[in-house]
């Protein structure tokens, strides 16, 4: 039960964050944006006394931690604005590697590895011919984009073959963190690349991430 208040009290910080962020006030925001983060990782930590695989559980806390990172770097760059890019392609680097390392945590899970492997790599392909043709970016963020994007769906895919193998509640809650984590991440490239980007796109996209990120460090629990 006391996962599940850190779990409401990291939403709650997020929902500040949001807010935050809306009214312009972004060096607080970031600050807050690392107290929700760093709940998720909490979670991760206190997890690993109780997991049902230590070694999985171990390198997503890894992934977690990549993921706080990640996100102080996104919001950073609104407060150094002179080195925003750089800043926002190192927080896109830190994601990568936290989803590298998800992968890697599911794939000893996994039955049939390579059913999903190419199911993922399909999709990714599909998908990341639709972005490429929707939104307008340089050179390097097309190419952070399809190498990101193919991590993030490569790691979606394998968790539902994590799921349909295991069929436990950890499994489930991973494998649905990792569809939200993978949704926000199309509506951030939409919102930050194109021309079309919607009021609503920021705060749904910051919820579907946090959400996922949730899922994901609970998980740990009853893989």
Not at 117 to 131: D, K
Request: overall charge positive; hydrophobic content about 60%; aromatic content about 14%.
């Amino acid at each position: 039960m006391s996962y599940m208040y850190l779990a409401y009290l990291g939403m709650l910080l997020q929902i500040c964050f949001i807010y935050l962020e809306q009214q312009k006030k972004y060096v607080p925001a970031v600050i807050q944006k690392g107290a929700a983060s760093l709940v998720f990782v909490l979670i991760g930590f206190l997890g690993l006394s109780v997991a049902t695989i230590p070694t999985f559980a171990k390198v997503v806390v890894a992934g977690l931690v990549f993921g706080l990172i990640g996100d102080v770097c996104l919001n950073l760059r609104f407060v150094l604005e002179k080195a925003g890019q750089k800043i926002f392609l190192g927080g896109i680097l830190a994601f990568l590697i936290g989803h590298i390392l998800y992968l890697v945590a599911l794939v000893p899970l996994a039955a049939k590895l390579w059913i999903w492997l190419i199911s993922g790599l399909l999709i990714a392909a599909v998908l990341l011919y639709w972005i490429l043709t929707s939104v307008e970016a340089e050179k390097a963020f097309k190419i952070f984009g399809v190498v990101y994007i193919g991590a993030v769906v490569l790691m979606t895919a394998v968790s539902v073959g994590v799921y349909v193998t295991r069929r436990t509640p950890g499994a489930l809650l991973y494998m649905v963190g990792a569809v939200l984590f993978t949704a926000s991440d199309i509506i951030l490239i939409f919102n930050t690349f194109t021309k079309d980007g919607k009021a609503w796109m920021r705060p749904t996209n910051l919820i579907l991430y946090y959400l996922g990120q949730l899922f994901i460090a609970l998980s740990i629990q009853t893989m």
